[in-house]
């Protein structure tokens, strides 16, 4: 059987009252954007201005895009949100952002699996972050690539942190470039997970990420 076709974005920006309203949000409203018939999923992702929200979904599914503007009504009548605003692009795949220049073919139904993942955690008032990122680096990452991609990932996030841009020495090994793309995926958990007003910051990140090194 092939696999579904979500080669289309419905996107939407929107801005929640406050962190408790943020959680019910991803909780319990964003998995009714979920469909089978036809296939439809969905990720969210947190943005400057609050969060990003998007419909996966086929180039023919025309009903894809009423059926975000439907829930966005029924988020902001509910008290869920207080803002939206419907975008034509998406800042999380934005190929502008990913080492390369390009958004590799796995990651949008990678973003969508682990938002939905996050949605589960997310009922739960104590979440293993550690464990989260342990999960993404095995699925994702062959074992004899594991410690190098990690400590790429670490590295990635204390340059952030500092603002020291990394050395540059030529287009990146294909490893690297799956490892940056991973390190995304990771870290956009993580802040879902943490949420964006968490205390951890990205040193400590980066300080977690080391403790999985060989481990």
């Not at 909780?27 to 999923?41: N, Q």
């Not at 503007?69 to 029924?74: A, I, K, R, V, Y």
């Not at 990205?202 to 977690?208: D, I, P, S, T």
Request: hydrophobic content about 50%.
């Amino acid at each position: 059987m092939s696999a579904p076709s979500h080669d289309t974005l419905a996107v939407a920006h929107v801005v929640c009252a406050d962190a408790h309203t943020r959680v019910e949000l991803i909780v319990s409203h964003l998995p009714r954007l979920a469909a089978s018939a036809p296939p439809r999923a969905w990720y969210f992702a947190d943005i400057p201005a609050g969060l990003e929200i998007a419909l996966l979904h086929g180039s023919s599914d025309l009903a894809a895009a009423p059926a975000l503007d439907g829930w966005l009504d029924d988020a902001s009548a509910s008290g869920l949100i207080v803002s939206s605003t419907r975008v034509s692009t998406s800042l999380v795949v934005d190929s502008g952002l990913f080492l390369g220049g390009r958004v590799p073919e796995f990651f949008l139904v990678a973003t969508a699996r682990h938002s939905a993942r996050a949605a589960t955690l997310l009922r739960d008032p104590v979440v293993d972050v550690r464990a989260e990122i342990d999960a993404i680096f095995t699925e994702l990452i062959v074992d004899n690539d594991r410690d190098r991609a990690l400590d790429l990932y670490a590295s990635w996030l204390e340059h952030v942190a500092t603002g020291k841009a990394p050395r540059t020495a030529g287009p990146p090994p294909e490893w690297a470039l799956q490892a940056s793309y991973v390190a995304r995926l990771a870290h956009t958990q993580v802040v879902r997970l943490q949420g964006p007003e968490s205390a951890v910051g990205l040193l400590n990140e980066a300080a977690l990420v080391r403790t999985l090194v060989s481990s």
